[in-house]
């Protein structure tokens, strides 16, 4: 049987590709083209003499060692992630003990406090610890407020292993740690992705901690660093965009190397 194309279905498609492809085109459009011919002929021109000296002007101005510090705070972040979550995880899977429920509790209970609300004693508390103006002041605070939607991603895709597979490697006399890096591991790809993503989106696109931990220029990162566009004269519109087309380069690689088994784990079928 022959099925009549869907009309509505195409106009919307439609609708929103114009409504996600103009912005792109705009920002990418503006990061070709000089400020003069930006200013002179508006945002939606089509560049008149195509230059790349935004971006090289961009690196000239500091924005490499934003990136560097960047990609330090997000490396550092992912590989506590990594190193905390998953063992975590899996011993709240498997273990039915009070103490281990409670872990998971209070990590849950970090889901509903944002932030901005701990702010102020966060600033005393890494001040006292001599980590203010310091990299590893950002890093603690952005992985500690990953830990609970990781943990609880992570702890979804695990439940979805079958018990028998337990059962098979407790026969073969597997230990738990075995059994762990052999087979919840490999079976929780999905999951790892999952939190990989999203602990990395979260530390490269912190902002409120290193605003408020942060003050020197050696130790300010991309997000902070945008604000060096703007000054008393205006603000350098195409240089700006260039640094944003350069800040979410890493993270969309990223993202479309992993977008299959992020939806996966999103939908906690990381197991099956």
């Not at 506590?80 to 509790?105: C, D, E, M, N």
Request: with cysteine; aromatic share 12%; net charge positive.
């Amino acid at each position: 049987m022959k099925r009549r194309p869907n009309y509505l279905a195409g106009l919307g498609s439609l609708v929103w590709l114009v409504l996600i492809g103009l912005p792109l085109y705009v920002m990418l459009a503006a990061t070709l083209q000089s400020r003069s011919d930006y200013s002179s002929s508006g945002p939606l021109s089509w560049p008149k003499h195509f230059t790349l000296s935004n971006y090289t002007q961009d690196f000239s101005n500091g924005f490499g060692h934003y990136f560097l510090n960047t990609v330090l705070v997000t490396a550092a972040v992912v590989a506590i992630v990594l190193i905390l979550i998953p063992p975590l995880s899996y011993a709240i899977v498997r273990s039915q003990g009070r103490t281990t429920t409670g872990v998971f509790r209070l990590f849950l209970l970090g889901l509903a406090i944002p932030s901005q609300a701990v702010i102020v004693p966060m600033f005393y508390l890494i001040t006292k610890a001599g980590l203010y103006d310091n990299l590893v002041g950002v890093i603690l605070p952005t992985a500690a407020f990953s830990l609970p939607v990781c943990a609880l991603v992570l702890t979804g895709v695990m439940r979805e292993i079958n018990s028998e597979l337990y059962e098979a490697m407790a026969m073969d006399g597997a230990t738990p740690t075995r059994t762990f890096f052999q087979l919840v591991l490999p079976l929780s790809k999905s999951g790892l992705s999952t939190i990989v993503v999203f602990s990395a989106l979260q530390a490269w696109n912190g902002f409120l901690f290193p605003l408020v931990l942060t003050q020197n220029e050696p130790s300010k990162v991309i997000t902070l660093g945008l604000f060096n566009f703007q000054t008393e004269h205006g603000i350098d519109v195409p240089g700006l965009l260039a640094a944003v087309v350069l800040s979410m380069l890493p993270i969309f690689i990223v993202y479309l190397f992993a977008r299959r088994a992020l939806v996966q784990g999103l939908m906690g079928v990381g197991g099956k």
